[in-house]
């Protein structure tokens, strides 16, 4: 049995023509997997495993995760990152500002 590695950039998506029996499993990150004829699509996380039925193509996009998922798996890291991030754009405004008037 063989096996092939991807690495997908985010938003990144490749398609796979995999025989019946193969499987996708994510090392790191997060993929939306849509298989042909078939009405679901499937969100893998790192870790997750799953096999294809092999008719068709099948769709693999990297995507980046929600700020929802983020929040849900550490909402004080979100929170110190979006203060982080407010407090950058203030002082990038003021710096600005300072920039116009002693120019």
């Given amino acids: 049995m063989s ?9 990144e998506i490749s398609t796979l ?3 019946r029996g193969a499987a996708v499993r994510v090392r790191s990150g997060s993929v939306w997997l849509t298989q042909r004829n078939d009405p679901k699509y499937h969100i893998l996380k790192t870790g997750d495993a ?3 039925h ?9 995507y980046e995760p929600t700020l929802l998922e983020l929040y ?5 890291a979100v929170r110190v ?5 407010a407090h950058h754009a203030r002082n990038e405004g003021i ?3 300072f920039a116009r008037f002693f120019r």
């Fill in 3 to 11: 096996t092939q590695g991807f690495v997908l950039g985010m938003n």
């Fill in 17 to 19: 023509n995999a025989a």
């Fill in 50 to 52: 799953m096999p294809l």
């Fill in 54 to 62: 092999g008719a068709g193509a099948t769709i693999v996009t990297a």
């Fill in 72 to 76: 849900r798996q550490d909402p004080v």
């Fill in 81 to 85: 990152e979006i203060s982080r991030l």
């Fill in 95 to 97: 710096r600005a500002f």
